[in-house]
């Protein structure tokens, strides 16, 4: 019998290779995490969020400026820059999709429009012009 609750919920039938498969990868998984994640700052550089390629939030940073804000104020400048760091990641996909398109002969034109069109992927000019518009408009009043 073991102290630690979490060890105690287990049967002693119960095996956890997994647990042993992802710890010699530790140091890989990290660094190719890293080279996967897509972050943005918005311009006051009270929010920052970070998500996975797939799009996916992995981290929400706050700086000590928010307490001034209003919970709701708060709320919607996370969803915004959320937003636009999902669309970073997306556009990601686009770029990855497209280069293994091409390797594989297929025609950049069609490849694009499928990726634009179908999968509704942003290219990475659409996202960077979306973060543009939006930090345009959003904080165009804001001179710090």
């Not at 049967?11 to 990290?30: I, K, N, R, T, V």
Request: proline share 5%; aromatic share 6%; hydrophobic share 40%.
């Amino acid at each position: 019998m073991t102290d630690d609750p979490l060890a105690a919920d287990l049967d002693d039938d119960d095996d956890l290779p997994a647990l042993s498969f992802y710890a010699p990868d530790a140091e890989l998984a990290a660094s190719d995490l890293v080279a996967t994640m897509f972050t943005v700052t918005n311009p006051p550089g009270t929010v920052t969020v970070s998500t996975f390629m797939d799009g996916s939030v992995h981290r929400i940073d706050l700086s000590q400026e928010v307490i001034s804000m209003t919970e709701a104020d708060l709320a919607d400048e996370i969803v915004v820059i959320a937003r636009l760091a999902t669309q970073d990641a997306r556009a990601a996909q686009y770029v990855h999709v497209l280069d293994g398109m091409r390797q594989q002969g297929h025609d950049d034109v069609a490849t694009r429009d499928f990726l634009s069109r179908d999968l509704d992927l942003p290219s990475p000019e659409d996202a960077s012009a979306a973060r543009a518009h939006v930090f345009a408009t959003r904080y165009a009043g804001d001179h710090e």
